[in-house]
């Protein structure tokens, strides 16, 4: 009779698994928090940590990595700093901060982090990428030559933004940016353009009236919105404009276009000095850190239209700015103007005048707009700069009530008609052709003379008797050819017809 074995099951799997190869030690490097302040720790002890490297706090807060010194981390928090508190430990994550990309983003309100806050569930994303990135190189870009259509009558015809331009806008407050802003992302309802609008800083009312403009007009479906408000830590805010720029980054690889609105860099500047001074970093200008104008160069240089080689697409800037007392001099402003290609100034000076939108055509210019321009608008509104520059050197002079002659006072007439046919309600972005006619109208003389009040509900009617009457102008636009004289006369003969003028009845100096 065999013997029975002198083991159990039990001791053969002990001593299987203690004959077995003996795993790697798996090593968690570990920090302390030395410091916490407003929205920024000192960590020491990861001396192996890298510049915008991901860190995660024993709180659950995170935070990113921006000083790197011996034994000390300057760490910008992406929470609330109250929650941090000295002596917590802190881990590497071995990866820098990114955020979540892809279609799945379309029509969801997320944080700087790439968190939803619309309370529709988790976002479903295609991959991640880091907020930081190199701008394509020289090699990689395209000639700006494909107009990006905002609605407004004085922007699309005198100042002009190309599909890939950078263009400023910058006002004092209340003058109407954010308005400019949101009308032009409603007008890519009549294009294939993706939107994404960047909050950075504003109060949580005004971006909640900002999207429930998007949701009433139903733009909301087809637009990212990246927010990082007021009541946020700074460091969000920081973070913010990089997070929409890597978004919009994504879509531009695949070959679509994408605007991109940041509202406003102004409160970005602020946010970046705050987390700074914070770190002890010497101040400059201003208080302002010494690398505030790279800070926002390396964003918006991020933005252009790209080679088929680069994905085709392109990526068209806004950035917000705000003035204080029209001071177009200060620090922020003057780097913003250097970095981008024009900029759309508002005026308040045009604002108490009632003119609406407040845009000063003699302080604002498109650098590269101009050759991405609708030729309609070129055959239509080429002069209306110099007519409005004309007639605001005849109205100051006329002031002093010296006598003016028959031809100075029609300039004057014709001016002051025009300047009134550019007004335009907020949330009411007009297509091409209803632009040209109401510009045609007025640069033709067709509006002289009469009061403000009337010519508001003379352009109405124009709009409204169009009808099929200029679908072959509108072909022409969308082909974007240049008018023939018989178009031109198709468009006078439709605002003739809606102002009740005989045909052969031309008004102003030029009669």
Same mark, same amino acid.
């Given at each position: 009779?065999?013997?029975?074995?002198?083991?159990?099951?039990?001791?053969?799997?002990?001593?299987?698994?203690?004959?077995?190869?003996?795993? @790697?030690? @798996?090593?968690?490097?570990?920090?302390?928090?030395?410091?916490?302040? &407003?929205?920024?720790?000192?960590?020491?002890?990861?001396?192996?940590?890298?510049? !915008?490297?991901?860190?995660?706090?024993?709180?659950?807060?995170?935070?990113?990595?921006? $000083?790197?010194?011996? !034994?000390?981390?300057?760490?910008?928090? /992406?929470?609330?700093?109250?929650?941090?508190?000295?002596?917590?430990?802190?881990?590497?994550?071995?990866?820098?901060?990114?955020?979540?990309?892809?279609?799945?983003?379309?029509?969801? #309100?997320?944080?700087?982090?790439?968190?939803?806050?619309?309370?529709?569930?988790?976002?479903?994303?295609?991959?991640?990428?880091?907020?930081?990135?190199?701008?394509?190189?020289? =090699?990689?870009?395209?000639?700006?030559?494909?107009?990006?259509?905002?609605?407004?009558?004085?922007?699309?015809?005198?100042?002009? #933004?190309?599909?890939?331009?950078?263009? =400023?806008?910058?006002?004092?407050?209340?003058?109407?940016?954010?308005?400019?802003? #949101? &009308?032009?992302?409603?007008?890519?309802?009549?294009?294939?353009?993706?939107?994404?609008?960047?909050?950075?800083?504003?109060?949580?009312?005004?971006?909640?009236?900002?999207?429930?403009?998007?949701?009433?007009?139903?733009?909301?479906?087809?637009?990212?919105?990246?927010?990082?408000?007021?009541? $946020?830590?700074?460091? /969000?805010?920081?973070?913010?404009? %990089?997070?929409?720029?890597?978004?919009?980054?994504?879509?531009?690889?695949?070959?679509?276009?994408?605007?991109?609105?940041?509202?406003?860099?102004?409160?970005?500047?602020?946010?970046?000095?705050?987390?700074?001074?914070?770190?002890?970093?010497?101040?400059?200008?201003?208080?302002?850190?010494?690398? *505030?104008? %790279?800070?926002? @160069?390396?964003?918006?240089?991020?933005?252009?239209?790209?080679?088929?080689?680069?994905?085709?697409?392109? *990526?068209?800037?806004?950035?917000?700015?705000?003035?204080?007392?029209?001071?177009?001099?200060?620090?922020?402003?003057?780097? =913003?103007?250097?970095?981008?290609?024009?900029? #759309?100034?508002?005026?308040?000076?045009?604002?108490?005048?009632?003119?609406?939108?407040?845009?000063?055509?003699? /302080?604002?210019?498109?650098?590269?707009?101009?050759?991405?321009?609708?030729?309609?608008?070129? $055959?239509?509104?080429?002069?209306?700069?110099?007519? =409005?520059?004309?007639?605001?050197?005849?109205? &100051?002079?006329?002031?002093?009530?010296?006598? /003016?002659?028959?031809?100075?006072?029609?300039?004057?007439?014709?001016?002051?008609?025009?300047?009134?046919?550019?007004?335009?309600?907020?949330?009411?972005?007009?297509?091409?052709?209803?632009?040209?006619?109401?510009?045609?109208?007025?640069?033709?003389?067709?509006?002289?003379?009469?009061?403000?009040? $009337?010519?508001?509900?003379?352009?109405?009617?124009?709009?409204?008797?169009?009808?099929?009457?200029?679908?072959?102008?509108?072909?022409?636009?969308?082909?974007?050819?240049?008018?023939?004289?018989? &178009?031109?006369?198709?468009?006078?003969?439709?605002?003739?017809?809606?102002?009740?003028?005989?045909?052969?009845?031309?008004?102003?100096?030029?009669?």
């Amino acid at each position: 009779m065999a013997e029975k074995p002198s083991f159990t099951p039990a001791r053969n799997f002990l001593g299987a698994l203690m004959d077995g190869p003996t795993p @790697a030690p @798996a090593l968690t490097e570990v920090g302390t928090v030395a410091e916490v302040g &407003d929205g920024i720790a000192v960590v020491s002890g990861l001396a192996r940590a890298l510049a !915008d490297e991901l860190l995660v706090f024993a709180s659950g807060v995170r935070g990113v990595v921006l $000083d790197l010194e011996p !034994d000390r981390l300057g760490v910008i928090l /992406l929470g609330p700093s109250d929650r941090v508190t000295s002596g917590e430990d802190v881990w590497r994550t071995h990866k820098v901060f990114s955020v979540p990309v892809g279609t799945g983003l379309i029509g969801r #309100i997320l944080d700087a982090t790439g968190s939803p806050r619309d309370g529709k569930g988790a976002v479903v994303s295609t991959a991640e990428r880091p907020v930081e990135a190199s701008a394509p190189g020289i =090699l990689s870009r395209a000639p700006v030559n494909r107009p990006l259509a905002t609605g407004i009558k004085v922007i699309d015809g005198a100042v002009p #933004i190309g599909l890939g331009q950078r263009e =400023l806008i910058i006002g004092d407050r209340q003058t109407g940016k954010t308005s400019i802003a #949101i &009308d032009t992302i409603l007008n890519q309802a009549r294009s294939d353009v993706l939107s994404i609008y960047c909050a950075i800083g504003q109060r949580g009312d005004a971006v909640a009236r900002v999207i429930e403009t998007l949701r009433k007009a139903g733009r909301l479906a087809s637009t990212i919105v990246v927010a990082a408000g007021d009541e $946020d830590a700074p460091g /969000l805010a920081y973070v913010a404009p %990089y997070a929409a720029m890597t978004m919009a980054e994504y879509f531009s690889d695949q070959g679509r276009d994408v605007l991109v609105i940041f509202d406003d860099l102004t409160h970005h500047a602020r946010s970046y000095r705050e987390l700074s001074l914070l770190l002890r970093r010497p101040p400059g200008r201003e208080a302002f850190p010494g690398d *505030i104008f %790279y800070v926002h @160069a390396r964003l918006l240089e991020r933005a252009g239209q790209f080679t088929a080689d680069a994905g085709g697409g392109s *990526i068209t800037a806004l950035p917000v700015v705000e003035t204080q007392a029209e001071n177009l001099s200060a620090y922020i402003p003057t780097n =913003l103007i250097s970095i981008t290609d024009g900029q #759309i100034y508002l005026s308040p000076r045009l604002v108490r005048k009632n003119q609406f939108p407040a845009v000063d055509i003699g /302080l604002s210019v498109s650098r590269v707009g101009g050759k991405a321009q609708h030729r309609a608008f070129r $055959d239509v509104a080429g002069n209306l700069r110099v007519t =409005l520059s004309q007639f605001e050197e005849l109205e &100051d002079f006329a002031r002093f009530g010296t006598r /003016l002659d028959d031809n100075t006072r029609a300039r004057l007439s014709r001016g002051a008609a025009v300047r009134t046919a550019l007004r335009q309600p907020e949330r009411d972005p007009m297509p091409a052709v209803e632009q040209l006619l109401v510009l045609m109208a007025a640069l033709e003389g067709l509006l002289d003379g009469l009061p403000e009040k $009337d010519v508001a509900e003379v352009m109405v009617r124009m709009r409204n008797s169009i009808g099929d009457s200029l679908k072959d102008v509108a072909e022409i636009i969308r082909q974007n050819r240049s008018l023939e004289e018989e &178009d031109k006369r198709s468009l006078l003969k439709v605002a003739q017809l809606a102002l009740g003028v005989p045909g052969d009845d031309r008004h102003g100096p030029d009669a």
